[in-house]
């Protein structure tokens, strides 16, 4: 392969072919500052055929159309092939510059569908080549983002969703997406929160046979997420609770009487009598303090007096059904 240095129309070049470019979330405006400023640094490398197309530089490019170029010097290859032309590309991006999560899915499900690689070959040579291990679970979920829509795949460049959360969101409806992402983005949820909330409305959905949309559009959800008064991590506690509620309806309802049951109970308020979350275990945990060895006999005193009550003896009942 050979390259030389010509001038050329930038009407000549097909900027619009993107047959070799994996650029994606980059500020076009960014790269302009710097052109205005210190003019063109790296060439752009076209591939000659009928026409010009473009190998790598294409955003420069477009940034030197927009600003009114009609003539720009190029690097020329030849005799080249696509796949050539597509690796030299990667390998000039990564060499310059971090790739961002979507460039690599790019990569990748370009070299799978466009250029026909094997997938041994993909998750041998190629996955090292964007710092990822040789792991087959890897390879599809990057092919997979390939296929999401714009919206998410920009919160995942701004670090809004994790990409595993992301690719739960794949197979729903555009407005089951949609919805999704505005609540994750008016809660500020980080990604253990994201997981655990979308999980709940995937299975609210499932059971309840409705749109994960029409689960958020929810009176008493839309309710807790408008009120003023509570703050985002407030918001999500009640948020988690109701659909919590929904998606385990018997638990509401054991919760409801196991509160009930305690409050009979008349612990002293030094004490806290809590169950595991959902009731999994039949256990109670119980936690005090105190300032004093009187208050700790007292206390000791109400734990002695509550062990032998009906409604303690009817909670673990409850916990052993």
């Not at 599809?140 to 994790?162: G, V």
Request: proline fraction near 2%; glycine fraction near 2%.
């Amino acid at each position: 392969m050979k390259t030389n240095l010509k001038d050329i129309k930038i009407n000549k070049i097909n900027i619009e072919d993107d047959s070799f470019s994996i650029s994606y979330g980059r500020s076009r405006e960014k790269l302009k500052n710097s052109i205005l400023e210190i003019g063109l640094i790296s060439l752009p490398i076209l591939k000659k055929g009928k026409e010009y197309t473009v190998i790598c530089g294409r955003q420069r490019l477009l940034v030197l159309k927009d600003l009114g170029y009609v003539n720009i010097k190029a690097m020329i290859c030849s005799p080249i092939n696509d796949l050539q032309a597509f690796l030299l590309n990667i390998h000039d991006n990564i060499y310059h510059r971090d790739l961002n999560e979507i460039e690599k899915s790019i990569i990748l499900y370009k070299l799978c569908h466009n250029f026909n690689i094997e997938k041994n070959q993909l998750i041998n040579q190629y996955l090292p080549l964007l710092n990822f291990s040789k792991n087959k679970k890897i390879l599809e979920d990057y092919l997979n983002i390939f296929n999401l829509d714009d919206k998410i795949k920009f919160m995942i460049i701004a670090k809004k969703i994790s990409l595993k959360n992301s690719l739960k969101l794949l197979f729903l409806s555009k407005i089951d997406q949609e919805k999704v992402l505005n609540l994750i983005t008016a809660l500020s949820l980080n990604s253990n929160k994201q997981r655990e909330i979308i999980s709940l409305l995937e299975e609210i959905s499932k059971r309840n046979k409705k749109s994960i949309s029409s689960i958020i559009l929810d009176f008493n959800l839309q309710k807790i997420l408008n009120n003023p008064l509570l703050n985002l991590e407030k918001k999500f506690e009640e948020l988690r609770h109701l659909l919590t509620t929904l998606r385990y309806p018997r638990w509401s309802k054991d919760e409801r009487l196991f509160k009930t049951l305690r409050k009979k109970l008349k612990l002293n308020p030094a004490i806290r009598l809590d169950c595991e979350p959902f009731f999994e275990k039949n256990e109670i945990k119980v936690e005090f303090k105190f300032k004093n060895p009187k208050e700790l006999k007292d206390l000791a005193e109400n734990l002695l007096d509550i062990s032998s009550k009906k409604e303690l003896q009817e909670i673990f009942y409850h916990l052993n059904k």
